[in-house]
């Protein structure tokens, strides 16, 4: 096998991700440290080190104190989801700056303290795949606040 083949084999296999469409035009958007993770519900992760991360861009139905029955099936599958797609494939998680005013973020105040991230599942983001699987809408922040979050799960 020559030796270009070889190399352009390795490469493609190397677990590097480049950003997801979506973060490209972000000003702000970095790699968390820490890219292990364990799924707390539908649209939040809780990084190795602790941190805690929202994923923006969407909202998924609660799996810890739902509003309803139908709410908690939905949360849990929501859930099941992503731990699911999170274990077949690489991931990806980037810290972007959350929707709060100025000088909260990192606060109960802003987002009950938690950091703002999108993830990616072999390049696709993973917010874009549950909505597109029911199990999420969309949630689409402002710079420094969002509009009431869609809870259509128990209307």
């Known amino acids: 096998m020559p030796l270009i083949s070889l190399l352009a084999g390795l490469l493609a296999a190397s677990t590097f991700v480049s950003p ?3 973060l490209q035009g972000l000003e702000i958007a970095s790699a968390f440290e820490t890219q292990s993770f364990t799924v707390i519900d539908g649209d939040t992760i809780r990084l190795d080190d602790g941190t805690r991360v ?3 861009g969407f909202n998924a139905p609660e799996s810890h104190k739902p509003q309803c029955d139908r709410e908690a099936i939905l949360g849990n599958r929501a859930k099941e989801r992503l731990e699911e797609l999170s274990a077949t494939g690489r991931t990806q998680v980037m810290q972007v700056p959350c ?3 100025p000088g909260t973020e990192g606060t109960d105040k802003c987002n009950y ?3 703002c991230g999108i993830l990616t599942l072999n390049g696709r983001d993973a917010g874009k795949i549950l ?3 029911g199990l ?7 710079k420094d606040r969002c509009p009431r979050t869609p809870r259509p799960w128990c209307n």
């Open 113 to 115: 303290g938690r950091s």
């Open 136 to 142: 999420a809408v969309p949630f689409i922040c402002g």
């Open 20 to 22: 997801a469409p979506a």
């Open 131 to 133: 909505i597109s699987e």
């Open 54 to 56: 929202r994923l923006n």
């Open 99 to 101: 929707a709060c005013k």
